[in-house]
């Protein structure tokens, strides 16, 4: 095999994508089916390029289809129940999931229930909420103090869910990797919980794609103190404006942001401290996301007293 060029890959799939007229390609199957022959034309791209392209948009399909559940269905040989992704059947996922929830507990009846109740819901096999043993991070170091939290980083043993093994019928892990941890603390005056900071941050990120992903739930057994266990993320926004960008990075940006939010708000929230700081960039597929949700939560119930990062609070 010759060397996948993944910027060529991820830029392939970005065209392709703002080739895709939305109203004419107005459902899931019609905008995979457009994007993936737009890829497989594309004379930049190696076949393996095009292989790797198409089995990336394909994870995604699965996924909006799941998510909508709308789309053709086939019959799992497994479980017998009709399924809608390609790459899995959703239904022996979860079930794998439920059937292994007698091998973890948080210790906490609540924090289970949370993570149970996003594994029965979930849409993709790389994107399961987990509790975490805090023994299976390591190398924990402090990174900063992050809005209202304390950040560290640590490698994650085992690491994430990455697919599912039809064969064998359960989840296969990536491998050690490098995440980031935060600490969940009750803010007074905010009137905001830890718990309830976790719950917008788990159910938004076992949903979407387009929030920075959020991989589960550990506790430091010594101060007992939750933290959520995340992605690591490349760079954030303030420190990327500050060299010279070109209109096509900047309108890049200005998609990841706006489509975040839009989905925020099309489930009727609002993130409450969105700011440079915590929208931040993966390098490997040069997409934006938006993090922190920690005061994140429904349109129509306001915060009871102005919080945020202070130098980003409205002046008023
Ligand atoms: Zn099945």
């Known amino acids: 095999m010759t060397t996948i060029r993944q910027e060529f890959v991820f830029a392939a799939i ?6 895709t007229d939305s109203y004419i390609r107005n459902d ?3 905008r ?37 559940n709308k789309g053709t269905k086939r019959l799992c040989e497994n479980c017998s129940l009709e399924f ?18 007698s ?21 993709r096999p790389n994107n399961i909420i987990e509790w975490i043993p805090y023994n299976n991070l390591q190398n924990i170091k402090y990174r900063a103090r992050g809005g209202c939290s304390e950040i560290y980083s640590a490698n994650w043993i085992d690491g994430k869910y990455i697919k599912w093994n039809s064969k064998k019928q359960q989840l296969k892990r990536t491998g050690t990797f490098e995440v980031i941890l935060k600490k969940l603390e009750n803010i007074e005056n905010a009137n905001r919980s830890w ?19 959020c991989y589960g739930l550990t506790q430091d057994p010594i101060n007992k103190v939750y933290m959520l266990v995340m992605r ?42 969105l700011h440079s700081g915590n929208i931040l960039c993966s390098q490997y597929n040069d ?23 202070l130098p980003y609070i409205a002046p008023e």
């Open 28 to 30: 899931v199957i019609k």
């Open 195 to 213: 718990f309830e900071e976790a719950k917008s941050h788990l159910t938004l990120s076992n949903k979407y794609g387009e929030f920075v992903r």
């Open 103 to 123: 091998n973890w507990t948080s210790g906490n009846n609540n924090v289970d229930y949370l993570i149970q109740k996003c594994q029965i819901e979930s849409f």
């Open 232 to 273: 690591l993320m490349d760079i954030d926004l303030r420190k990327y404006l500050e060299y010279q960008r070109t209109w096509k990075e900047k309108i890049n940006v200005a998609y990841g942001i706006i489509y975040a939010l839009y989905r925020i708000h099309y489930d009727g929230a609002v993130h409450r401290d």
């Open 32 to 68: 995979y089916e457009f994007v993936k022959q737009t890829i497989l034309d594309d004379e930049s791209l190696t076949i393996d390029e095009k292989a790797k392209a198409i089995k990336f948009i394909t994870k995604d399909y699965d996924y909006f289809k799941v998510l909508s």
């Open 287 to 309: 997409f934006w996301y938006i993090g922190d949700f920690g005061f994140c939560g429904p349109a129509d119930k306001p915060l009871k007293s102005i919080y945020g990062n």
């Open 84 to 101: 809608l992704a390609t790459l899995y059947c959703e239904h022996c996922v979860r079930t794998y999931l439920k059937n292994n929830f």
């Open 14 to 19: 970005q065209r392709a994508d703002a080739l």
